[in-house]
């Protein structure tokens, strides 16, 4: 079976799950680069375990 290339790339966690991250940029016919920008968290937590599981709650529709 032939694989399709691509820009994720899936990593083991330390619980044994896996998480998919892109892992390249895209490049314009100018040569310009985009790269992606931070992710900045919507919540500043402590307790982030907790803060996400209200998060989810919260936001269920």
Do not use: C
């Not at 820009?7 to 966690?13: I, P, S, W």
């Not at 896996?18 to 390249?24: D, G, H, L, P, Y």
């Amino acid at each position: 079976m032939q694989q399709n290339p691509s820009a994720n790339e899936e990593v083991a966690l330390y619980d044994g799950l896996r998480m998919q991250i892109t892992t390249a940029f895209i490049k314009d016919r100018t040569n310009k680069v985009y790269k992606n920008v931070p992710i900045v968290p919507d919540i500043k937590s402590k307790d982030i375990k907790n803060s996400g599981i209200t998060w989810i709650h919260d936001n269920i529709k």
